[in-house]
């Protein structure tokens, strides 16, 4: 079956960076992208980008232009997330799933998801 | 950006009972592009609906989507227990991709 597994939870301070990897199996891992959404406490999802597995793409949110980048490692099935200059308010369980796009400005519905992983920034 | 609007923010039922949930964008969703998404405590959402009212595999047919341009429509027939979560709706028709803030379906 489709499986994305994730990282462990992290604890950085302000201004630190953290990168959170995903490991995908269960399908062909080139066929489709990734999104990353992240979810503070109590609040909806939110979406922060998406790489192609299949052609190095990549779309960011404009809220996090400058401070993220989506990685691919073909070779492992695994994908990765760096967000740097961290805020409290970065604060969120950062999610990956699959997502196909026919081109990285055409969203679809990101499907599975990743386990999760908690990213708490905290002095 | 296309805001989405979700209501009511919590909703209070029976089990048995239908449940109908609202969703209004602040702007024509392309194609009907819009998904419904189930989260339980501690877990990552996952789809139920999409294209608006497609179910994705393995959901039962209690659950049905509906709507078209600005308001769409999530409904339960019958609420089982495993039910009792939260409802995200998500546009995909416009970049970025966006998030409503949630429907809270709970026991009363």
């Known amino acids: 079956q489709v499986q994305l597994v994730q990282s462990g939870a992290e604890l950085k301070k302000p201004g630190a960076s953290v990168k959170v990897s995903c490991k995908a199996s269960?399908?062909?891992?080139?066929?489709?992208?990734i999104s990353w959404v992240r979810q503070a406490p109590g609040h909806g999802p939110e979406w922060v980008g998406w790489?192609?597995?299949?052609?190095?793409?990549?779309n960011y949110a404009q809220k996090f232009q400058g401070r993220v980048t989506m990685t691919i490692d073909t070779s492992t099935s695994t994908a990765y997330m760096e967000l740097k200059s961290l805020r409290s308010d970065d604060t969120a369980v950062y999610y990956c799933?699959?997502?196909?796009?026919?081109?990285?400005?055409?969203?679809?519905?990101?499907?599975?998801w990743g386990q999760g992983t908690l990213i708490t920034v905290s002095s | 950006d296309i805001v989405l609007t979700q209501s009511p923010a919590t909703l209070s039922l029976s089990p048995g009972e239908r449940a109908t949930l609202s969703c209004g964008a602040s702007?024509?969703?392309?194609?009907?592009?819009l998904a419904w998404y189930q989260q339980k405590p501690g877990l990552a959402p996952r789809v139920l609906i999409y294209?608006?009212?497609t179910r994705a595999p393995g959901i039962p047919d209690r659950f049905s989507g509906s709507g078209s341009g600005t308001d769409f429509t999530l409904t339960i027939s019958r609420l089982e227990p495993e039910d009792f979560a939260v409802y995200y709706c998500?546009?995909?028709?416009?970049?970025?991709?966006?998030f409503g803030q949630g429907t809270k379906v709970e026991i009363k």
């Open positions: 998500q546009q995909y028709g416009s970049s970025p991709g966006t």
């Open positions: 702007q024509s969703v392309t194609a009907s592009s």
């Open positions: 269960g399908y062909t891992f080139t066929s489709y992208g």
């Open positions: 790489i192609s597995a299949y052609s190095d793409d990549t």
């Open positions: 294209d608006a009212s």
């Open positions: 799933a699959r997502e196909f796009r026919s081109s990285a400005w055409t969203p679809n519905w990101p499907d599975p």
